[in-house]
Structure formats: structure tokens, C-alpha cells
């Protein structure tokens, strides 16, 4: 069973940084993308960054590049994700997520394992 914790989220000013974490365990995630979504009130959650967790090969959400840095440190089993120049359209629930795959993906019902999910709240 892949079980998916976030921590990190917090609030912060415009321009502020925070950065989330996503500790992993239950699975040996060499076939694993690690995704990080987010969901807005009243919005469908939408896709911000993944990484492929054996290549570390990466993608971002257009609104993120340049600001967003998602990595991995396999010996603690724990995906980031740096943000950086964070504006008020950045908040939002932050949710981890794993998907068992060779091909890193997007799409939200792609994923297979989710977190609860850690608030992100950014103050103009």
C-alpha cells in the first residue's frame, strides 16, 4: 500500500517561497512518476509539476515554469516541490501524487495514489 504524506504549506506574501514536501512509502517507486497537483476552491484540481522518480526527468504546468522546482531525494524516499515568486493565484490545496507508470503523465485520474493534501495561501 503507497501511502503519500505532504507537509510544508503554510501562508506567505506575494513574491514569498515555500516548499512542500511528500514523504513516500509502501512501494520500491523505481517505476513511479511523483506528480504535484493542486485544487483552488471552486476549481477542478489541476496539474503542476511531475518527476520521474528512477530518470528524474521533469515537467511543469506552463503557469509554473521558472518559479516551481520539483525534485526527489531517493535515500529519504521524499519528492519536493520549491516555489518560488508565489502570486495569489498560487493558492490552493497542494496534492502529492504517485503514479505507476514508465511514462511520466498529467493527467489527474492518471494517478494512482494521492495524499490528503497540504493548504497553500498567498497574500497579495
Known amino acids: 500500500q503507497v501511502r503519500l504524506v505532504e507537509s510544508g504549506g503554510g501562508l506567505v506574501q506575494t513574491g514569498g517561497s515555500l516548499k512542500l514536501s511528500c514523504v513516500v512509502s509502501?512501494?520500491?517507486?523505481?517505476?513511479?512518476?511523483m506528480g504535484w497537483f493542486r485544487q483552488a476552491p471552486g476549481k477542478e484540481r489541476e496539474f503542476v509539476a511531475a518527476?520521474?522518480?528512477?530518470?528524474?526527468?521533469?515537467r511543469y504546468a506552463d503557469s509554473v515554469k521558472g518559479r516551481f522546482t520539483i525534485s526527489r531525494d531517493n535515500a529519504k524516499n521524499t519528492v519536493y516541490l520549491q516555489m518560488n515568486s508565489l502570486k495569489p493565484e498560487d493558492t490552493a490545496v497542494y496534492y502529492c501524487?504517485?503514479?505507476?507508470?514508465?511514462?511520466?503523465?498529467?493527467?489527474?485520474?492518471?494517478?494512482?495514489?494521492w495524499g490528503q493534501g497540504t493548504q497553500v495561501t498567498v497574500s497579495s
Open positions: 518527476i520521474m522518480w528512477r530518470s528524474g526527468y521533469t
Open positions: 509502501g512501494s520500491t517507486f523505481s517505476s513511479f512518476a
Open positions: 501524487a504517485a503514479d505507476e507508470t514508465m511514462v511520466l503523465r498529467v493527467g489527474v485520474t492518471q494517478y494512482d495514489y
